[in-house]
């Protein structure tokens, strides 16, 4: 996932530039408003800062069956687990306020559940005052003393000194006026912790409160032991159904959260409730009921005392939700930190199991800004130019983990600022004040989109899981190691109205054995005989779906197999249309793959010259009123043709270019031109230079019923640029299949430029 920095300059943002300098040298500042201001479009994977542990990544990994103390080495780089004793976490219950910031209230209002309300001075813990069970009693100042009184306003007790307040019993729950519906302004609301409008009217706490005086008004902190703070943060910071099934990703958080807690509370800082710490938020609320839940205390109970241990130090726990394939070094999104030897980039291989639902961003988490726009938001940072300037293109500066450490924006009168991405990040807001969801982010004139995952196999699964939300029939089961059997499955997925997916030869990936388990088919074809996929992959598959009818299309060659195929598609869907394709050469069939997805159209195999006795009998017996003979003369001769027309007495529609680029383009515009079949507001693109990501992808274009494109690694090849061109008016979203090995940088640059001109 090695990124180098380049350049992204939309072919408008160049035509901005050119029309600048042809501006006459007398051309005042004002006249910058004639130019054409760019459009960019913001797009990226992964949700949070990236660095340290990836929660998805961690349930991932659970799934794959690893362990918790596996989870945390790997993504705490050199760490073991160990037992430490902390302090108690002291918290700032307020949760409108950082800590550094806090104004605190005039009154706090609290009452004992059960059990007489105890009340003493912080310093000298004398005296004690026992006040009555289950009655409100308010805590203010006045910047002297701190007076206790009841409701009513009778005062009840005073001291010179900040007070603490706990239950009597030492099982028993404090309960704290967390929102007041009158309009006195003594409670502040709690809208920036992500809580309900109208607030959490009586909240629930263990452990005990510390009064504090604040000049004349208070705060109110919640001390109680690591664990019982613990019970209030994992189920806030982790979701609690993940327990069901993967109560070792809930270990993982309890220990990392137990760790990060660690280094603020040996240090005597108080915590905030909110995820400038960790997200707190008590025991329960008597409106709402338990905040705690069974599954994240057994987790924290489990794991009590156990840290990540760095040497003989705790290590800081930083956790976030999803990266996107690949954590984050601290140092390239903090920049200019010290670089932390636990805190390194890992792989984030296993986060795709779990389903992670940011990864890539979806089209609503996009943003689109104008380069006026995007200066706006920058204004006041070194080296941005004031009002009316504009960003006309930027640099990106990436670590290998694909975060961004540096952009440098170009503004419109030449100007140049390098900015961090992680302050790009923050700067950059949508209109609910949402910052972007990471660093892992893309600027570009237009809207594209990866579907990827770490290999071939997960690619397949991120297709799959665009195109089916739920279960499906069947699934059609190809070697992801040799294109011959895959050529002809997407009629068959189509038919069967399934999904496409890869195995390996002598072994079901797990990748692929989870999404079968979501898909639940209850019929498997597996194409090809025990050579292409061994019998050990059909045991695996009758293991995992025991109901499931399992059939294998075993053909003597890839020929007979596509005969085999088709037979089966048309048995499940009779259809009046028939692909010729080469066997010999995957990219045209690869190309019309999602034709045949959607048409239901078997795709039947040739010899470059000879038609052959399985494509013959297919064409005769079924009489299709539809020939697609896909592939130019290098792939196909002119006989292939005359013996289509031969054996069928039809004219068959030859969708032919000078290389598999213009061949892809060509069964894109017959697709588009067929009545009432494809529809091209999206276009997915896939490398012509390698099959799996083209075959499976081909799935996902025929359910959309959208057009695929070949496109080169590091380039847009002419005759997929001219499809492009033709139709960019109409093209709202481009989707590419597969990582940067597939598709680089580049080449998606080259995409992107042609879609602004």
């Known amino acids: 996932m090695n990124r180098s920095p380049r350049i992204r300059l939309a072919a408008a943002c160049l035509a901005a530039t050119l029309l600048a300098m042809s501006l006459p040298a007398s051309a005042s500042a004002d006249d910058v408003s004639i130019q054409a201001i760019p459009t960019f479009t913001i797009t990226g994977t992964g949700f949070g800062h990236g660095i340290g542990m990836s929660q998805y990544g961690a349930r991932g990994a659970a799934l794959a069956g690893k362990d918790h103390a596996w989870i945390l080495q790997h993504y705490y780089t050199g760490t073991t687990l160990g037992s430490v004793t902390s302090p108690e976490p002291k918290v700032n219950i307020d949760c409108a306020y950082r800590d550094a910031s806090y104004p605190g ?76 519906t009158s309009t006195d302004g003594a409670y502040h609301p709690l809208d920036t912790a992500g809580w309900p409008t109208n607030g959490f009217t009586n909240v629930r706490y263990r452990g005990k409160l510390w009064m504090r005086r604040i000049g004349t008004r208070m705060g109110a902190i919640n001390q109680l032991p690591m664990d019982h703070y613990l019970y209030g943060v994992v189920p806030r910071e982790m979701p609690a159904s993940w327990g069901d099934t993967t109560p070792e990703a809930l270990k993982a958080q309890a220990i990392a959260a137990r760790s990060y807690a660690h280094a603020d509370v040996s240090g005597g800082r108080v915590l905030t409730c ?130 961004v450490r540096y952009v440098n924006f170009v503004f419109s009168n030449g100007a140049t600022a390098r900015i961090s991405g992680d302050t790009v990040r923050w700067r950059f807001k949508d209109d609910q004040g949402a910052s972007m969801l990471s660093t892992n982010f893309e600027f570009s004139g237009f809207p594209i989109q990866r579907i990827e995952g770490p290999d071939r196999y997960a690619t397949a699964v991120a297709v799959s899981q665009q195109a089916f939300s739920s279960t499906v029939p069947a699934a059609v089961l190809a070697s992801g190691e040799d294109y011959a059997d895959a050529l002809a499955g997407s009629a068959l997925a189509g038919a069967a109205e399934g999904a496409l997916l890869l195995t390996a030869r002598t072994g079901l990936p797990l990748v692929t054995s989870v999404e079968l388990s979501r898909l639940a088919p209850s019929t498997v074809y597996v194409l090809g005989g025990e050579a292409a996929v061994s019998s050990e992959v059909e045991d695996a598959v009758k293991a995992l779906l025991p109901s499931a009818t399992i059939k294998r299309m075993p053909g003597k060659d890839r020929y007979e197999t596509a005969y085999l195929v088709a037979e089966e598609a048309y048995a499940l869907a009779p259809g009046n249309t028939a692909i010729v394709v080469s066997g010999q050469a995957w990219p045209d069939a690869a190309s019309v793959s999602g034709v045949a ?91 012509g230079l390698g099959f799996p990501d083209a075959l499976t992808g081909g799935t996902l274009a025929g359910v959309k019923r959208k057009p695929m494109l070949l496109t080169a690694t590091d380039d847009c090849p002419s005759g997929t640029a001219a499809f492009l061109t033709e139709n960019k008016l109409a093209i709202g979203q481009i989707y590419l299949f597969g990582g940067e090995a597939a598709i680089s940088e580049v080449g998606r640059d080259a995409i992107d430029a042609v879609m602004m001109q």
């Open 105 to 180: 209230r005039p009154y706090w209002t609290v009452k004992s559940l059960g059990s007489a309300l105890k009340v003493w001075r912080t310093t000298t813990f004398t005296p004690t005052v026992e006040l009555a069970a289950d009655t409100w009693f308010r805590f203010s100042t006045d910047g002297t003393n701190v007076i206790v009184r009841t409701e009513a306003g009778v005062e009840v007790a005073r001291f010179d000194y900040d007070v603490w307040t706990a239950p009597a019993s030492t099982s028993g729950l404090l309960e704290v006026k967390e929102k007041s």
């Open 274 to 403: 909110t995820t400038y710490s960790q997200v707190y938020k008590g025991h329960s609320s008597a409106l709402l009921g338990l905040f705690e839940d069974a599954r994240t205390n057994d987790a924290v109970d489990d794991t009590t005392a156990r840290y990540i241990v760095t040497g003989s130090a705790v290590a800081t726990g930083y956790f976030f939700s999803h990266s996107g394939g690949w954590t984050a070094n601290n140092e390239d999104v903090w920049v200019g930190g010290t670089p932390v030897s636990y805190l390194r980039g890992v792989p984030d291989t296993y986060e795709y199991l779990a389903d992670p639902p940011y990864a890539p961003w979806p089209a609503s988490k996009q943003r689109v800004y104008t380069g006026l726009e995007m200066a706006d938001l920058l204004r006041g940072l070194t080296g941005v130019p004031p009002s009316p300037t504009h960003v006309t293109g930027a640099i990106f500066e990436r670590a290998a983990s694909g975060h």
């Open 597 to 687: 997805y959607g048409q239901k159209a078997p795709i039947l195999l040739t010899t470059p010259d000879v038609l052959g006795q399985e494509a013959e009998q297919y064409l005769s017996e079924r009489s299709p009123s539809i020939i697609l003979v896909v592939g130019g003369p290098a792939v196909l001769s002119p006989a292939i043709h005359e013996r289509v027309r031969t054996v069928t007495n039809r004219i068959p529609t030859p969708l032919a270019g000078a290389d598999r680029y213009e061949t892809s383009a060509e069964v894109a515009r017959w697709a588009i031109g067929f009545p009432a079949f494809f529809t091209y507001d999206e276009v997915y693109m896939a490398t």
